[in-house]
């Protein structure tokens, strides 16, 4: 049997993944330490029963929609809801991306904004922030008047610096920018500021969301863009038919309704980001400040791959960033339950 091979541009790229490893405190991805509430269960349980599963699901995803537009008070043609935000950064790319155009990222920043780019035969052009990690606007005008990128992506809070863009600089991107800005708040709840208020007709801008995080629903895989209805009327062209299930339509319609517990679950992890942050600042390290879910530092004392090895002796697993750009000797820590950020902050302090 004689395969073709994949398509010339691709040039098997690797796919992006986190090391998924049999530990006691997994703080490598980003998810929320705690399960749904069992309220959550019990009414999802209940909704699920009435579902006929021999029926396509509501191709337009209409309860859900219009609980998301309730939530944010926009209304509902101007929500997406996709398989995770990645599949409404890969329907931003098909729908406005493609051969001839190009996308802009400043890194260091998600990777998944480049590789998707580049799987949908987009070009990936990579402005550099600032030694701080911060926007530098002087390099966002140079990308955008050299490749007049048709989707310039933000990363607020960004992953994995934690820190989120300045307000102000956000708006001069989208006011400057040739096509559309899609500012990625995946931790957006556990953030200062939104550029949620900054949506409008009129604007090109979108913002996408996840329920992975505050959620609790990683397993899940439900995300979501809020945008212009001439945006969103785009997406809906391009993304397959039936593409959201009913699960996924139920549960997170259900999740909607627990509001409550989400913004408690929110603060108890803000505060243990302070904690870890407060840890951190008496250990030999440099630690950046976050409004994320995680925490971005780099040993001092040793390399960043010695102490995610020594580290994971110990039971305790973090993203080893100190290969992207801009991050030599960084490890990325997510904030998890206060007994599992107390065994990290015990562990990094014997490893250094």
Not at 73 to 85: E, H, I, K, L
Not at 224 to 249: C, M, N, T, W
Request: aromatic share 8%.
């Amino acid at each position: 049997m004689t395969l073709p091979g994949p398509r010339p541009d691709l040039g098997l790229r690797e796919g992006y993944h986190s090391p998924q490893v049999d530990v006691a405190v997994r703080l490598n991805t980003n998810e929320s330490p705690l399960p749904p509430p069992p309220e959550w269960t019990a009414r999802l349980q209940e909704e699920l029963a009435r579902v006929q599963w021999n029926r396509y699901p509501d191709r337009d995803a209409t309860e859900l929609r219009r609980a998301l537009a309730e939530l944010h008070g926009v209304r509902p043609d101007q929500v997406f809801a996709a398989n995770g935000s990645n599949e409404v950064l890969q329907c931003l790319c098909l729908a406005y991306g493609g051969p001839g155009r190009a996308v802009a990222t400043f890194e260091p920043t998600y990777a998944l904004h480049a590789h998707i780019a580049h799987l949908t035969s987009t070009e990936a052009v990579e402005g550099r922030r600032r030694a701080d990690f911060t926007l530098d606007l002087d390099e966002v005008a140079d990308v955008m008047a050299a490749h007049r990128p048709t989707i310039t992506f933000l990363c607020s809070p960004n992953n994995p610096t934690g820190m989120a863009d300045d307000p102000t600089a956000v708006r001069t991107v989208i006011d400057t920018a040739p096509g559309l800005v899609a500012v990625d708040e995946a931790y957006g709840q556990f953030a200062d500021w939104s550029a949620l208020s900054l949506v409008d007709d009129g604007r090109p801008l979108v913002v996408t969301r996840t329920f992975s995080k505050t959620w609790s629903m990683a397993a899940g895989r439900l995300g979501y863009l809020i945008g212009p209805a001439e945006v969103v009327s785009s997406l809906e062209r391009v993304a397959l038919p039936y593409h959201l299930d009913a699960f996924k339509q139920v549960a997170g319609r259900v999740a909607l309704q627990f509001v409550g517990q989400m913004e408690e679950r929110v603060g108890l992890i803000v505060r243990e980001r302070q904690r870890i942050l407060a840890g951190l600042a008496r250990l030999p390290v440099t630690a950046w400040p976050s409004q994320a879910n995680f925490v971005l530092f780099r040993p001092e004392s040793r390399k960043g791959d010695e102490v995610w090895t020594a580290l994971l002796e110990r039971g305790v697993l973090v993203r080893d960033t100190s290969s992207w750009p801009g991050l030599q000797g960084c490890l990325r820590v997510t904030v998890g339950t206060p007994e599992e950020n107390g065994s990290f902050l015990a562990a990094l302090g014997d490893v250094l």
